[in-house]
């Protein structure tokens, strides 16, 4: 049964850092490119990291750029996202998501609220 189990979500206050984790089960992790998406109320689901199967190559959008690194290791299926200088546009449901040839799947989305 495939599964992406995601941990590390919560309230921070601007400026502050949150990790995110995505555990990887079911699947041949190490094939899949793994990414993180949100969405804000009211607003379309947004890629904000990806990384290669091999962790060899990473993307970012420039609205998170210098902040947010995607990290992964597939020895123990697991992506990662840390989040620095969080920023109340960042508020969102973060999403892991898994692709490779016509195969996705999505984690079940946690919150990430940046407030004070």
């Known amino acids: 049964q495939v599964q992406l189990v995601e941990s590390g979500g919560g309230l921070v206050q601007p400026g502050g850092s949150l990790r995110l984790s995505c555990a990887a089960r079911g699947f041949t992790f190490s094939n899949y490119a793994m990414s993180w998406y949100r969405q804000a109320p009211g607003q379309g689901r947004e890629l904000v990291a990806r990384?290669?199967?091999?962790?060899?190559?990473?993307s970012y959008p420039d609205s998170v750029k210098g902040r947010f690194t995607i990290s992964r290791d597939n020895a123990n299926n697991t992506v990662y996202l840390q989040m620095n200088n969080l920023k109340p546009e960042d508020t969102a449901v973060y999403y892991c998501?898994?692709?490779?040839?016509?195969?996705?799947?999505w984690g079940q989305g946690m919150q990430v609220t940046v407030s004070s």
């Open positions: 998501n898994a692709a490779y040839a016509s195969y996705r799947y």
């Open positions: 990384i290669s199967s091999t962790g060899g190559s990473t």
